[in-house]
């Protein structure tokens, strides 16, 4: 048997080869309008669904004006 290589080599070369992948299939340029408009307009509606979402989890939440401080009370040692 050869050498045994550190764990931490592996998952970097295996980082690597990911980061080269990914570079290589990169989204081609949107060279045509029509193209771009076909390409972006669902990712408006996402946005849009998110948007909304987030608004109403944000319409669920009690405002901090409604939220009542109290005071915390030392106890004398008796």
């Known amino acids: 048997m ?15 080869r990911v980061c080269v992948n990914a570079l290589s299939e990169a989204a081609p340029t949107l060279n045509s309008p029509v193209t771009a408009t076909f390409l972006t307009g669902p990712l408006w509606r996402i946005r849009s669904w998110l948007v909304a979402a987030e608004r109403d ?19 004398a040692a008796s």
């Open 2 to 16: 050869g050498k045994m290589m550190p764990l931490k080599w592996i998952e970097q070369a295996e980082t690597r």
């Open 57 to 75: 989890r944000e319409a669920d939440k009690p405002s901090l004006a409604q939220v009542v401080r109290l005071r915390r009370v030392r106890r």
